[in-house]
């Protein structure tokens, strides 16, 4: 790692050439909200280098050959027509483009991965991604006299505020009055109809969810966990991770008026990176390559030991808007019954109705033994208490541990239901063929990598043993014409993660799930479980009027972050593999989707692919856009 941080500096005389003699980083060094034209002025600072793109994008050509969605990019299915991309063809593009700065090249990129529209599928350079845009007008989406319209949220000045005086005192000492914008009707934003504005959003800025109706909800502020602590999402209109627009031109209505105002609502960029404090140490803090940026050889790395616990799989998406995570307003959080296990992920509720329990589902990840118990506690407390029906919410959840899925599936179903996920597997190309094949022949098990047989069952439910080949020879598959092989069809094997047992037959009633779509990879996987095996009433709030909305968002099955799959490769001893992705000589992460998971409904869909629409659908209001409570009282 010393070599490519030697690298890396060396290189950084290249990058600086000809910079103008201010140095524009030092400039906004040391400032949490800066203009985004500075902010810009600093990442556009370093020249375009060759030997950057070449490296970055052999590391993404090769990683590319693991994802498992690839072919279906040539012509997605409908009603995901919008996610359809030559991948190979749009990578040379980028091979041959000219550009200026090597900004302009690593967004190009990011934009690319980007509009895949699949969140475990992405390019974030660390460098380009260390701000986020934030306009003081957060807008939403709600039912206003029969009518769905776009607002300026109400709720936008107590919001707002906890970004602090840093923040605030930009507009007040520009004499901005950003404040009486709150609850105005949005007329026009930027010459178009509002509606058709967040379109353009949702198909070029937010990302991470094959369905379009998704995406939307994205747009819009929203309420969510964040860590586990209630918050408000600011939304991808008002919180994008870029600082390309200095305002954003609205046409509005303000409250208590019929006069349609033009208003230019200035952004501010607000610095989520590393201390810096000039051009040298921005590169060093932000761009270049660290000891976290690739893989290590766990062989070697002294990580093997015996009862070394079995790696644990993910499926989640990266929401950069986590890193200055808002508190929601006090007047919007919960003040009914709190029930036990709510101080991690799960926040759970008796309902004033005294027959109704909630659990709201901030995430999958965080403590895992944790998740568990806190499910088995607030189940046991709505026994106790008599609950009669349980609502779970879904709202933003981003994923996280695929077998707390299946746990919670589990636990709702009862293990009298049977294996509690979907058929998996992964792509079959050459260099993962020779990674099982030196796991096998080095007599590595699950403590150290994903590609071992016995992270799998058969699809009777017996583990397969570390020794065997479950990807050579491989099964065939086409996708839009195209041979695609994959491993053999297998189960994951969560139960042997789970630390609490499971009841025989359900536990309670579970009657609705419900979400603005927002429900992405373990979460997505989850409800699609719900709905393809037990029928269970799917609802979701939002969406623009007269366009469709999915249930779920992007459903894959497990996630590799680049160094996770390095890891892989390192570990196996084949690095030096012709077809083996190099070190990345940046700070970036290339994630994809590593494994399929295929629908019970056609066993050669996968569920990211199975367009699967909500029970019921409802709008937003003014009282249950960000007003958890108010929203389950009324579902």
Same mark, same amino acid.
């Not at 491993?487 to 579970?510: A, G, K, V």
């Not at 409904?601 to 003014?622: G, H, Q, V, W």
């Given at each position: 790692?010393?070599?490519?941080?030697?690298?890396?500096?060396?290189?950084?005389?290249?990058?600086?050439?000809?910079?103008?003699?201010?140095?524009?980083?030092?400039?906004?060094?040391?400032?949490?909200?800066?203009?985004?034209?500075?902010?810009?002025?600093? =990442?556009?600072?370093?020249?375009?280098?060759? &030997?950057?793109?070449?490296?970055?994008?052999?590391?993404?050509?090769?990683?590319?050959?693991?994802? &498992?969605?690839?072919?279906?990019?040539?012509?997605?299915?409908?009603?995901?027509? $919008?996610?359809?991309?030559?991948?190979?063809?749009?990578? %040379?593009?980028?091979?041959?483009?000219?550009?200026?700065?090597?900004?302009?090249?690593?967004?190009?990129?990011?934009?690319?991965?980007?509009?895949?529209?699949?969140?475990?599928?992405?390019?974030?350079?660390?460098?380009?991604?260390?701000?986020?845009?934030?306009?003081?007008?957060?807008?939403?989406?709600?039912?206003?006299?029969?009518?769905?319209?776009?607002?300026?949220?109400?709720? @936008?000045?107590?919001?707002?505020?906890?970004?602090?005086?840093?923040?605030?005192?930009?507009?007040?000492?520009?004499?901005?009055?950003?404040?009486?914008?709150?609850?105005?009707?949005?007329?026009?934003? =930027?010459?178009?109809?509002?509606?058709?504005?967040?379109?353009?959003?949702?198909?070029?800025?937010?990302?991470?969810?094959?369905?379009?109706?998704?995406? !939307?909800?994205?747009?819009?502020?929203?309420?969510?966990?964040?860590?586990?602590?209630?918050?408000?999402?600011?939304?991808?209109?008002?919180?994008?991770?870029?600082?390309?627009?200095?305002?954003?031109?609205?046409?509005?209505?303000?409250?208590?008026?019929?006069?349609?105002?033009?208003?230019?609502?200035?952004?501010?960029?607000?610095?989520?990176?590393?201390?810096?404090?000039?051009?040298?140490?921005?590169?060093?803090?932000?761009?270049?390559?660290?000891?976290?940026?690739?893989?290590?050889?766990?062989?070697?790395?002294?990580? *093997?030991?015996?009862?070394?616990?079995?790696?644990?799989?993910?499926?989640?998406?990266?929401?950069? @808007?986590?890193?200055?995570?808002?508190?929601?307003?006090?007047?919007?959080?919960?003040?009914?019954?709190? !029930?036990?296990?709510?101080?991690?992920?799960?926040?759970?509720?008796?309902?004033?109705?005294?027959?109704?329990?909630?659990?709201?589902?901030?995430?999958?990840?965080?403590?895992?033994?944790?998740?568990?118990?806190?499910?088995?506690?607030?189940?046991?407390?709505?026994? &106790?208490?008599?609950?009669?029906?349980?609502?779970?919410?879904?709202?933003?959840?981003?994923?996280?541990?695929?077998?707390?899925?299946?746990?919670?599936?589990?636990?709702?179903?009862? @293990?009298?239901?049977?294996?509690?996920?979907?058929?998996?597997?992964?792509? %079959?190309?050459?260099?993962?063929?020779?990674?099982?094949?030196?796991?096998?022949?080095?007599?590595?098990?699950?403590?150290?990598?994903?590609?071992?047989?016995?992270?799998?069952?058969?699809?009777?439910?017996?583990?397969?043993?570390?020794?065997?080949?479950?990807?050579?020879?491989?099964?065939?598959?086409?996708?839009?014409? *195209?041979?695609?092989?994959?491993?053999?069809?297998?189960?994951?094997?969560?139960?042997?993660?789970?630390?609490?047992?499971?009841?025989?037959?359900?536990?309670?009633?579970?009657?609705?799930?419900?979400?603005?779509?927002?429900?992405?990879?373990?979460?997505?996987?989850?409800?699609?479980?719900?709905?393809?095996?037990?029928? &269970?009433?799917?609802?979701?709030?939002?969406?623009?009027?007269?366009?469709?909305?999915?249930?779920?968002?992007?459903?894959?099955?497990?996630?590799? =972050?680049?160094?996770?799959?390095?890891? $892989?490769?390192?570990?196996?001893? !084949?690095?030096?593999?012709?077809?083996?992705?190099?070190?990345?000589?940046?700070?970036?992460?290339?994630?994809?989707?590593? *494994?399929?998971?295929?629908?019970?409904?056609?066993?050669?869909?996968?569920?990211?692919?199975?367009?699967?629409?909500?029970?019921?659908?409802?709008?937003?209001?003014? =009282?249950?856009?960000?007003?958890?409570? %108010?929203?389950?009282?009324?579902?």
């Amino acid at each position: 790692m010393h070599a490519f941080l030697t690298l890396c500096v060396a290189l950084l005389p290249l990058l600086v050439a000809g910079a103008p003699p201010a140095d524009p980083c030092a400039a906004i060094a040391g400032k949490t909200f800066v203009p985004p034209a500075d902010a810009l002025a600093c =990442e556009k600072s370093f020249p375009f280098n060759e &030997t950057l793109r070449q490296n970055v994008l052999t590391n993404m050509a090769r990683v590319f050959d693991f994802f &498992t969605f690839e072919e279906y990019y040539l012509n997605s299915p409908p009603p995901f027509q $919008e996610s359809t991309d030559n991948i190979r063809a749009t990578l %040379a593009r980028i091979n041959t483009t000219v550009y200026k700065t090597d900004y302009d090249f690593s967004i190009d990129l990011y934009d690319f991965t980007t509009q895949l529209n699949d969140g475990h599928t992405r390019w974030f350079p660390n460098c380009y991604t260390s701000f986020q845009n934030i306009l003081p007008a957060p807008v939403v989406n709600i039912e206003v006299n029969g009518v769905q319209g776009v607002f300026v949220a109400p709720d @936008s000045v107590e919001f707002i505020t906890q970004l602090g005086t840093n923040f605030t005192d930009f507009f007040d000492s520009a004499g901005f009055d950003w404040k009486r914008l709150a609850g105005a009707r949005v007329v026009e934003i =930027e010459g178009q109809a509002p509606f058709d504005y967040v379109d353009f959003i949702a198909k070029t800025v937010s990302g991470n969810y094959l369905d379009h109706g998704v995406r !939307v909800n994205s747009v819009f502020s929203s309420y969510r966990i964040s860590n586990t602590d209630f918050s408000q999402r600011i939304g991808d209109l008002a919180g994008p991770t870029d600082v390309k627009q200095t305002s954003l031109k609205m046409k509005l209505i303000p409250v208590n008026s019929t006069t349609v105002e033009s208003v230019d609502i200035p952004f501010l960029a607000n610095y989520l990176g590393l201390p810096f404090t000039d051009q040298a140490s921005f590169w060093e803090a932000n761009c270049a390559a660290n000891d976290a940026t690739n893989g290590v050889d766990l062989k070697a790395s002294g990580f *093997r030991a015996q009862n070394r616990p079995r790696k644990l799989a993910t499926a989640h998406i990266i929401d950069k @808007s986590q890193s200055n995570a808002i508190g929601l307003p006090p007047p919007f959080i919960p003040n009914t019954t709190t !029930v036990a296990g709510s101080t991690g992920v799960i926040k759970s509720f008796i309902l004033p109705d005294k027959k109704t329990g909630v659990m709201f589902l901030g995430s999958f990840e965080g403590d895992f033994d944790g998740f568990q118990s806190d499910v088995v506690a607030a189940i046991k407390q709505f026994q &106790t208490e008599k609950i009669t029906q349980v609502l779970l919410d879904l709202t933003n959840n981003g994923g996280g541990f695929v077998c707390l899925g299946q746990f919670l599936h589990q636990y709702l179903s009862g @293990s009298n239901f049977g294996y509690p996920g979907f058929v998996s597997t992964n792509r %079959a190309n050459p260099l993962a063929q020779k990674i099982v094949a030196a796991d096998i022949a080095l007599g590595l098990d699950d403590s150290l990598t994903f590609y071992t047989a016995d992270n799998w069952a058969f699809l009777n439910g017996t583990q397969m043993p570390p020794s065997f080949n479950y990807i050579n020879p491989s099964s065939p598959f086409v996708v839009n014409g *195209r041979q695609d092989p994959t491993s053999q069809r297998f189960h994951d094997t969560c139960e042997l993660s789970f630390t609490q047992p499971i009841p025989r037959t359900p536990p309670l009633d579970l009657r609705f799930v419900l979400s603005n779509g927002n429900c992405a990879s373990t979460c997505a996987m989850f409800s699609t479980l719900m709905n393809e095996r037990h029928n &269970t009433t799917t609802v979701v709030f939002g969406g623009r009027p007269g366009e469709s909305i999915q249930f779920k968002g992007m459903a894959g099955n497990q996630v590799l =972050e680049w160094a996770d799959l390095d890891t $892989e490769i390192k570990t196996a001893g !084949v690095k030096d593999d012709p077809l083996a992705p190099p070190d990345l000589l940046v700070s970036g992460n290339f994630r994809h989707n590593w *494994r399929t998971a295929w629908s019970f409904f056609d066993e050669n869909t996968p569920i990211a692919y199975e367009s699967e629409l909500p029970t019921l659908r409802f709008n937003y209001t003014a =009282e249950t856009y960000n007003n958890p409570q %108010a929203l389950w009282t009324f579902a």
